[in-house]
């Protein structure tokens, strides 16, 4: 007598389901984040492995497929306690006793799913897969068994998973093709009814950028480049003051020396107002370290943010010896992109006063965020042979004022040593 057992997957919603149940071959889902995609894809792969076919689940990297591969051991579990199926932890893969398969392939490596074949493929976060990777690796498995395909993704600009959307959406203008057809979905976040999630794409929207929001939260598709910063004339005041004035002053550093400029810009935490603006070039660094000097006792900083990079590490020690209150901030991609996205969320909110300052203004207005097609990041950065060293100084500055609390905290507690590790540790 043979046993039932029942795989305990989600229940699909019903916008979910009509998806799953759309007669399309081949399906683009681009969905804000949280939206469900996920969910989706297990509702479909899962069984469909189960009752005996070839299933792909590709996902950009490795770290992508974390989460997944947990589901899948939960899920399927049961059924390989019952001999039912094999799950190979390091392989990422789950064979079934009725010749099913199941495999998560991460697309950093997309020579791995080369030569094989399936008749369901499922691209998770599709548009941070490499087109290469689509077209010459997981395009050709779906060959032999003319199989389904499903693309999921949060849009990340328009790259070839943008295209595939636009090509759903023609075939449902048009009708349907019965010989290849292709169909597209689009919703954002608030679609799901989960009011807790519902509840964060209400938050979001104060809380990003409003480029980041639109993308992430509302799935547009936007250009893959573009000005980061907006409304940045509106946002200038006349905002001299005397020296000494009232206020809790912080300043944010970004180094130079020949074709770069230092920059040091002042902010008032309380009022977020630049009350001053220093940019030079060509002078050493022990002169460099005498002017933040000289400005900070001029306003009496509380906190001055040092880009610690490089050159920025050992002038950064020096100036802690000199007793001034100097914290380190260490840029790479993951803490650029914050930095970045910090200060046009202010300006966007209007929480900034600038300076009608050319230099400051210029280069706020020419930055730009530019897409990586190979790895789908954005890169932010001035146009080529244009300085970014003004809206670095003041996204430090502004940087500062949002975590002022914390950073009085840390300049207040301990050396200057201890004050860097301290620093480093909590990712500022």
């Not at 969910?39 to 950009?60: D, E, K, M, S, Y």
């Not at 000494?244 to 902010?267: C, M």
């Not at 789908?376 to 042979?385: L, W």
């Not at 100084?393 to 201890?418: C, F, N, P, T």
Request: aromatic share 8%; glycine share 8%.
């Amino acid at each position: 007598m043979e046993t039932e057992y029942i795989l305990k997957l989600p229940r699909l919603r019903p916008d979910q389901w009509a998806i799953v149940q759309h007669q399309a071959r081949v399906k683009t889902l681009a969905m804000g984040r949280r939206w469900g995609k996920s969910v989706l894809a297990q509702c479909v792969a899962i069984p469909t492995a189960a009752a005996g076919a070839r299933v792909a689940w590709c996902v950009p990297n490795y770290k992508n497929g974390r989460p997944l591969w947990r589901l899948v051991e939960r899920v399927l579990g049961p059924l390989q306690k019952a001999g039912l199926c094999k799950i190979n932890k390091s392989e990422r893969t789950v064979e079934f006793t009725n010749r099913g398969f199941l495999a998560l392939y991460s697309m950093d490596n997309p020579d791995s799913i080369r030569g094989e074949s399936f008749h369901l493929i499922i691209a998770d976060e599709a548009a941070m897969i490499s087109e290469t990777a689509w077209t010459d690796c997981i395009q050709p498995t779906a060959a032999d068994h003319d199989a389904d395909i499903i693309l999921i993704s949060t849009p990340k600009g328009r790259n070839w998973f943008y295209r595939e959307f636009q090509r759903g959406l023609q075939a449902q203008k048009r009708g349907s093709d019965p010989l290849f057809t292709v169909a597209s979905w689009t919703a954002p976040t608030s679609a799901n009814p989960n009011p807790n999630i519902r509840a964060a794409a209400l938050r979001a929207r104060d809380q990003v950028p409003e480029r980041t929001y639109r993308q992430e939260w509302l799935a547009e598709f936007l250009e893959d480049g573009g000005t980061v910063f907006r409304q940045v004339k509106s946002r200038i005041r006349d905002t001299t003051r005397p020296a000494g004035a009232a206020g809790l002053y912080v300043i944010g550093v970004d180094w130079g020396r020949e074709t770069d400029f230092t920059v040091l810009t002042v902010l008032d935490a309380n009022s977020g107002e630049v009350v001053d603006l220093d940019r030079f070039n060509k002078i050493g660094w022990s002169f460099q370290r005498g002017r933040i000097q000289n400005m900070a006792q001029k306003w009496g900083a509380a906190v001055i943010l040092v880009e610690e990079n490089s050159i920025g590490a050992p002038n950064l020690e020096e100036l802690q010896r000199s007793g001034l209150p100097a914290l380190p901030f260490y840029t790479n991609y993951s803490t650029k992109k914050a930095l970045i996205e910090g200060l046009a969320l202010s300006l966007e909110r209007g929480e900034l006063a600038l300076p009608d300052n050319p230099y400051l203004t210029g280069e706020l207005e020419g930055y730009k965020g530019e897409k990586n097609p190979a790895t789908g990041r954005i890169h932010y950065g001035a146009e080529e042979g244009q300085h970014d060293d003004c809206v670095i100084s003041l996204a430090l500055a502004d940087w500062a004022r949002v975590h002022i609390l914390e950073m009085l905290q840390l300049v207040g507690e301990a050396g200057a040593e201890d004050v860097t590790e301290r620093v480093r540790i909590r990712a500022f």
